[in-house]
């Protein structure tokens, strides 16, 4: 018993026991309107994540053509 505790462990193996013994039962416990609803909700998710990537780009892109430039600075 030199192992600690871990609640992360704990987690992860909880989680994986649900998983399993959802995937093992053949009656379908997880309804296809439910499996359907989360690939809906994931893509939402990344859409989500795409549009503040293309904003914060589109603004990164918008400071560059502002004529600004780096000043060069000599190092001794």
Request: charged share 30%.
């Amino acid at each position: 018993m030199s192992e600690e505790f871990s609640v992360k462990g704990w987690l992860s193996e909880g989680v994986q026991g649900v998983r399993n013994s959802l995937k093992g039962s053949g009656a379908g416990i997880i309804p296809a309107e439910f499996q359907e609803h989360m690939k809906t909700s994931r893509k939402e998710f990344l859409l989500a994540w795409r549009s503040l990537f293309d904003t914060a780009i589109t603004k990164l892109e918008a400071k560059g053509s502002s004529g600004r430039r780096a000043t060069k600075i000599k190092a001794e």
